[in-house]
C-alpha cells in the first residue's frame, strides 16, 4: 500500500513558478514509476509528467515540455516537479499518482494509488 500526499500549490501570476512536491509512505516507494497528471474543471484529468521508478527516465506532455520538470528522491520518498514558465492554462488540481507499470504511463487509468491533489491557479 502506498500513499500519497501533494504539496506546493497556489497562486502565481503568469511566467511565474511552483514547485509541487507529493511525499510518499510505503516501503516499496522506490520501485514505483511516479506520474504527475492535472484536472481542470470541467475538463478529464489529463497527463502531465511521469518518471521511472529509478529516476532515469522521463516523460512529458506536449504542452509542459520544456517549462516542467519531475524529479525523484527515493531516499525522501517525493517527487517533484518543478513548474516554470506558467500560463493560465495550467490552472488546475495536480494530482501524483503511482504504479508498477511501466507501459502506457500516460492513461490515467494505468496507476493504482493517487494523493488528494493540490490547486495551482496561475493568473494573468
Known amino acids: 500500500q502506498v500513499q500519497l500526499v501533494e504539496s506546493g500549490g497556489g497562486l502565481v501570476q503568469a511566467g511565474g513558478s511552483l514547485r509541487l512536491s507529493c511525499a510518499a509512505?510505503?516501503?516499496?516507494?522506490?520501485?514505483?514509476?511516479?506520474?504527475?497528471?492535472?484536472?481542470?474543471?470541467?475538463?478529464?484529468?489529463?497527463?502531465?509528467?511521469?518518471?521511472?521508478?529509478?529516476g532515469g527516465s522521463t516523460y512529458y506532455a506536449d504542452s509542459v515540455k520544456g517549462r516542467f520538470t519531475i524529479s525523484k528522491d527515493n531516499a525522501k520518498n517525493t517527487v517533484y516537479l518543478q513548474m516554470n514558465s506558467l500560463k493560465p492554462e495550467d490552472t488546475a488540481v495536480y494530482y501524483c499518482g503511482g504504479t508498477r507499470?511501466?507501459?502506457?504511463?500516460?492513461?490515467?487509468?494505468?496507476?493504482?494509488?493517487?494523493?488528494?491533489?493540490?490547486?495551482?491557479?496561475?493568473?494573468?
Open 25 to 54: 509512505s510505503g516501503r516499496t516507494f522506490s520501485t514505483y514509476t511516479m506520474g504527475w497528471f492535472r484536472q481542470a474543471p470541467g475538463k478529464e484529468r489529463e497527463f502531465v509528467a511521469a518518471i521511472s521508478w529509478s
Open 101 to 124: 507499470y511501466i507501459h502506457a504511463l500516460q492513461s490515467r487509468y494505468q496507476y493504482e494509488y493517487w494523493g488528494q491533489g493540490t490547486q495551482v491557479t496561475v493568473s494573468s
